[in-house]
């Protein structure tokens, strides 16, 4: 088997990096999480956990991605040794995982783009729209589109992945920066942005919002997913690991800022009329239960209760319900909701690009070519993720089981470095000679000390979170049961394929026999 192909340039590698890790948690989850947790006091967590969690991590895969040019089972193969490979299968077969659902979420945003452009889509109808859609079979057709779109591309190598992503990236940062400058001109973006970097000092000492700053940040960089590890593989030898791994991560929270400051200037625009419509006209509840409820229990229908609804209405209600109403109260309102689900599409397909391109690299990496490989991915995505096309409360589960499965990932390439010594990995892969920047010794002590206490913490607190009566349920939606019994499944199979998983192609016996690390390929 030949040597990965490589980027042809340093930006189209960080463009294909950006469009990995950019995805709808940094348009849809982000602004929601913000508002939830007190918009400035979570923005300071937030920042302080990308540092903490993201940079280390996204260091890690660029490291190893750099040294092994592998995907995550050959990476742990070579670095750990053959007995290890279920750890790399572990941490691809999560992101696979996300990928059958994360896949049905593409072809909603581009349902969504498709019905907002032909004007299908609009303010008054958002509510039923959203509700015949996605309690019918129509889902199946968008995912099926989106997966096979996305499995077309990565056949085509690092050539096609380029190609996509060069284009639909400087797409999606036009389409962010228009949005977003078009909000920061409306009336209410003063009280917005007020409201998202006001710090409250004293509320940083509440742990939840520790926690959901970690989890945002697990979720919007693609730190600890697999994913940069693949695309890392292809990168030119002389390329400088260590400011990459500072630049990536960067860029992506820009982009979930500009989505903040995009949704919170337009929420904070059009809630006092919006409130002012719903309160003149009470028939009008009906459309919004969650809304309808909290009036009959005696809430006061004000701007506050009606912002505080919008948020608390979960990623779903966000985006497919309260974005259209809101969007169609502005001038040209149409154009500017079509503009952003074409920029959630475009977010949502490239992230998913890079999560069947990361399914294929463990197969190549097994000598498979890549025509083989690819199309095997794609169709096991299709079908898999046919049940989450169909059931809002599959789709559900299998986000709840994966995405603590991404803490577990993260904890794996955090151990995995420790093994190999934190110091030693940073002074070869990260420090090396072509590097602009060095990383300095804080990190071995992030590495070896804090992103496994923040994986640990946050897997025990999602895990509290649902204690309670049925919580051991193997079948049950969103418990610790349900989590156990997928995992365990994971776990046997992996177990029982992981000396087929650890064959690799040109890989030399005594790098395998003493765990030690290859030399990078120029």
């Not at 019918?136 to 591309?153: E, N, R």
């Not at 860029?251 to 419509?277: D, E, H, K």
């Not at 999602?462 to 309670?468: E, F, L, Y």
Request: aromatic share 12%; hydrophobic share 55%; net charge neutral.
């Amino acid at each position: 088997m030949s040597q990965p192909q490589g980027f042809s340039s340093r930006l189209t590698m960080m463009l294909a990096m950006l469009s990995m890790a950019v995805g709808t948690g940094n348009i849809w989850r982000f602004p929601r999480i913000a508002a939830s947790n007190g918009g400035g006091e979570f923005l300071v967590a937030w920042l302080v956990c990308l540092f903490s969690w993201s940079i280390p991590l996204i260091l890690i895969e660029l490291g190893m991605g750099r040294m092994t040019r592998r995907g995550s089972v050959g990476a742990f193969v070579m670095t750990q040794g053959k007995s290890s490979a279920w750890k790399g299968g572990f941490i691809a077969l999560v992101a696979a995982a996300i990928m059958c659902y994360y896949s049905v979420v593409c072809g909603w945003t581009l349902r969504y783009f498709i019905a907002s452009a032909g004007g299908a889509l609009t303010g008054d109808n958002s509510v039923s729209y959203w509700r015949d859609f996605s309690t019918s079979l129509a889902p199946v057709l968008p995912h099926i589109i989106a997966i096979l779109g996305a499995t077309w591309i990565v056949a085509r190598g690092v050539k096609g992945i380029e190609r996509a992503t060069t284009i639909m990236m400087p797409i999606l940062i036009a389409i962010i920066l228009l949005l977003t400058g078009r909000a920061l001109m409306l009336p209410g973006a003063k009280d917005g942005l007020a409201y998202l970097y006001s710090v409250d000092w004293h509320r940083l000492s509440d742990a939840n919002i520790w926690l959901q700053a970690l989890t945002q940040n697990a979720w919007d960089t693609g730190a600890g997913w697999g994913l940069v590890i693949c695309y890392a593989a292809y990168m030119r030898h002389n390329e400088d690991t260590a400011l990459n791994g500072f630049i990536l991560p960067a860029a992506n929270n820009i982009v979930s800022l500009c989505a903040g400051m995009m949704v919170f200037s337009t929420v904070f625009t059009v809630v006092p009329q919006l409130a002012s419509q719903l309160a003149s006209n009470p028939q009008a509840l009906a459309d919004f239960p969650a809304l309808q409820e909290a009036v009959q229990q005696g809430q006061v229908l004000n701007a506050d209760l009606v912002q505080r609804t919008i948020f608390g209405a979960g990623n779903e209600g966000v985006t497919f319900i309260w974005i259209p109403k809101l969007f169609a109260t502005l001038p040209a309102g149409r154009l500017l909701m079509s503009f952003f689900f074409l920029a959630l599409f475009f977010a949502a397909f490239t992230s998913l690009i890079s999560m069947v391109e990361l399914g294929t690299r463990v197969f190549l990496d097994m000598g498979w070519p890549r025509e083989k490989a690819v199309w095997v991915v794609g169709v096991a995505g299709l079908v898999l993720g046919l049940p989450s096309a169909y059931s809002l409360d599959f789709l559900h589960n299998q986000d709840w089981v994966w995405g603590i499965g991404l803490m577990m990932s993260g904890l794996l390439f955090a151990l995995a470095v420790i093994r190999i010594g934190v110091t030693k990995f940073r002074e070869e892969q990260l420090n090396h000679e072509h590097s602009d920047i060095r990383i300095g010794a804080w990190w071995d002590i992030l590495v070896k000390y804090l992103v496994p206490f923040q994986a640990i913490a946050l897997m025990l607190w999602w895990s509290w979170q649902v204690r309670g009566p049925g919580s051991m349920n193997p079948f049950g939606i969103e418990n610790i049961g349900t989590i156990l019994f997928q995992w365990a499944i994971a776990l046997f199979i992996l177990f029982l394929f992981n000396k087929k998983l650890g064959v690799l192609k040109d890989v030399s016996a005594p790098d395998l026999e003493a765990n030690r690390m290859p030399p990078s390929i120029p």
